[in-house]
């Protein structure tokens, strides 16, 4: 019998496989260790392959592909609902067999090779700049529990910074002063590699004609830019800009029934660091439209009969919009001038 769909649980080193025919019969249902799957799936005619979009799901899709198959990646809350009994391997092979084959099942593109190694570089400068935070809140804690303080920002850092390389201040311990030297060292460290990345995201960002153009949106600066077109490689994925503001997760979730309409927070789905990227540069441009309203109509207004946090969902949801279309249509930013 010909296996012409396969369920595939993947994992580190255990791989679950559940395959059937054109009749839906299952033919196959076996368990392959890791150095055993090019060498089964190289043996097969060409099928449709169905995985969860999960840890190294893309490289496996990249590789079955090189051999014939057709790879279908699916989030893996939506195959959820295809386990009939509880959860182990072999049921969430099944699952995924059965998930595959629904005509309307949602479907993740496979990345390649390049375009993770982009979005690597803004997951470790994410990871070093959260780790450079709480190298800096240790500092000022450790200092404040021997009655040094200093303002809030980079001129108050740079204080403390000095207070720990003056050995004449004798208000710090020797100890404390040898455990604070090594947190400074560290955070001088932690800032050279963020340094470094950014530097690599930038030239990235002026190679790309697209990121350039994304650049010049309010409140999307070169980070912006250059994660919204390393994450989509193509944007005729999403029907239209509303459909790629509900993928980041900036629009209400429902609760609807009986006909009532029953909206609540922002769902918070997909890519969350595009949409902390997007709110932030929302924040920004409110802020400047709280110094210059004459320049911002739109928000003023909107600012006057709606909270503050509210109005800048709102904006982000715009912004992600305005990014889709410039994707998808190849054109230009053109801001919208203030009338007087």
């Not at 002026?206 to 409140?219: F, P, T």
């Not at 890519?271 to 540069?281: N, Q, T």
């Amino acid at each position: 019998m010909q296996i012409t769909t396969i369920g595939l649980d993947i994992a580190k080193n255990v791989f679950q496989v559940h395959g059937i025919d054109a009749a839906e019969k299952v033919v196959v249902r076996k368990q392959l260790r890791r150095g055993q799957m090019m060498k089964f799936f190289a043996a097969l005619p060409p099928c449709l392959i169905g995985m969860e979009a999960c840890a190294s799901a893309h490289y496996w899709a990249r590789e079955l592909t090189k051999l014939g198959h057709e790879v279908r990646l699916m989030p893996a809350k939506d195959v959820k609902a295809y386990v009939k009994r509880n959860k182990n391997d072999a049921a969430d092979a099944e699952a995924i067999c059965e998930a595959v084959g629904r005509p309307r099942m949602r479907l993740v593109r496979a990345k390649s090779a390049e375009q993770q190694g982009r979005l690597m570089q803004h997951r470790a400068r994410d990871l070093l700049l959260r780790q450079q935070t709480q190298v800096i809140n240790a500092l000022r804690a450790h200092m404040a529990e021997l009655g040094i303080v200093a303002a809030q920002g980079r001129e108050g850092l740079k204080q403390l910074l000095k207070n720990i390389a003056d050995e004449k201040d004798a208000r710090l311990p020797i100890d404390a002063r040898a455990s604070l030297i090594v947190l400074a060292a560290q955070l001088q460290a932690l800032h050279t590699m963020i340094g470094s990345i950014e530097r690599r995201i930038v030239v990235q960002h002026r190679a790309n004609e697209a990121s350039k153009r994304l650049e010049c949106i309010h409140g999307i600066g070169v980070i912006g830019a250059s994660a919204i077109t390393a994450t989509v490689n193509d944007p005729g994925a999403f029907r239209s800009g509303r459909d790629f503001a509900a993928w980041i997760g900036l629009v209400p979730r429902q609760d609807s029934t009986g006909g009532k309409q029953k909206l609540g927070p922002i769902s918070k789905r997909g890519d969350r660091y595009l949409r902390r990227i997007l709110v932030v540069g929302a924040i920004s441009v409110l802020r400047r439209a709280k110094l210059n309203p004459e320049k911002y109509p739109w928000l003023t207004q909107l600012l006057a009969r709606r909270p503050f946090k509210v109005v800048a969902i709102a904006l982000a949801n715009k912004m992600a919009r305005i990014a889709w279309a410039l994707l998808a249509n190849g054109s230009h930013y053109r801001p919208r001038l203030a009338t007087t």
